[in-house]
């Protein structure tokens, strides 16, 4: 009874990148559209933040995709 074989396998073989990339890619934008507001009132280095935020967003989405597709692959 050994855990090792299941181990072994990459990150996306065990299926917990997708859930997790998706959960934060969702708080990222979440975090994005709240701080869109504020930067708009605010001084122009203040944009950055919701700039940021849709990036890393962005980001989080195709790690997401990337890690569907390896999956369909197998």
Known sequence: M???PA???SPSD???VVPIAGLL???????AGM??????SGSPSDLAT???????ALLCFWVRQ?????????
Not at 25 to 31: E, G, I, K, R, Y
Not at 35 to 40: D, I
């Open 14 to 16: 065990l299926g917990f």
């Open 66 to 74: 990337r890690g569907i597709a390896a999956r369909a692959d197998d």
């Open 50 to 56: 919701p700039i940021i935020f849709a990036g890393v």
């Open 2 to 4: 050994s855990v090792q």
């Open 25 to 31: 890619a969702l708080l990222f934008a979440v975090m």
């Open 7 to 9: 181990l072994s396998g």
């Open 35 to 40: 701080s869109v507001q504020p930067a708009l």
